[in-house]
């Protein structure tokens, strides 16, 4: 079946500081990858949406200058919170999407909980 | 915008009674995809059910929802509440032409013995 393993489960960072996290596919291909946070008593909301051979699209409120997203190939993408605040503390999820089979469906991984101090 | 809106907070019914979680969503878009994800703690979010055609019951694990475009709306029910049952339920609208998957702010489905 379709895995989706996201590292490190937990982090803590010093605000202004950086902090880098991985998303990697396993048993299938990845051919678009969603970045997701859900901050506290919120939702899931799409930071950017990155698809093979396609440039990473951001959300409105979502910047590469604040969240770099690299995506090397069909199993692997990783995201960088750069100069981490308190407002981007929450959980960080990764959603990935096959290419056939299971057509718009994201399968997800646990997260990336991310604490700021 | 598009948008889903579902039943918000804390559900909380004891076992062995139906479950009915409302979601409706908002698109200009005529064939979404919209989707049923449960969450329990520090675990992934995983799919529970899908639906892009109109007025088609679909079933997953004793839950089942059916798509109405007339209402919009894509309400998750279960004629029984289990003890396992308890976690956070998300209704989610997708677009064929697009990936971008947009999520309900989630209702958390406590079931009580």
């Known amino acids: 079946g379709a895995l989706v393993y996201q590292y490190p489960r937990r982090t803590i960072c010093k605000s202004g500081t950086s902090m880098r996290m991985e998303c990697q596919a396993v048993g299938f291909q990845a051919t678009s990858v969603a970045w997701y946070r859900q901050s506290p008593q919120k939702t899931f909301e799409l930071i950017a949406l990155s698809t093979v051979n396609s440039a990473i699209k951001y959300e409105q409120n979502f910047t590469q200058e604040k969240f770099p997203i690299s995506h090397p190939n069909l199993s692997f993408s990783s995201m960088t919170v750069l100069n981490a605040y308190l407002e981007d503390r929450g959980l960080y999820l990764c959603?990935?999407?096959?290419?056939?089979?299971?057509?718009?469906?994201?399968?997800f991984g646990a997260g990336t909980r991310l604490s700021v101090l | 915008g598009d948008s889903v809106t579902q039943t918000e907070g804390l559900v909380t019914l004891t076992e062995g009674l139906p479950v009915m979680l409302n979601c409706t969503y908002q698109t200009i878009y005529s064939n979404p995809f919209l989707f049923w994800y449960v969450h329990y703690l520090n675990e992934s979010p995983r799919l529970l059910l899908k639906s892009s055609t109109d007025n088609k019951r679909t079933e997953h694990q004793g839950f089942h929802a059916t798509l109405h475009k007339s209402s919009s709306s894509f309400h998750l029910q279960k004629s029984s509440a289990q003890l396992s049952d308890s976690a956070l339920y998300y209704c989610?609208?997708?677009?064929?032409?697009?990936?971008?998957?947009?999520f309900g702010k989630g209702t958390h489905l406590h079931v009580l013995p």
């Open positions: 989610a609208l997708s677009l064929t032409n697009a990936y971008k998957v947009i």
């Open positions: 959603g990935a999407r096959r290419d056939r089979g299971k057509r718009n469906t994201l399968y």
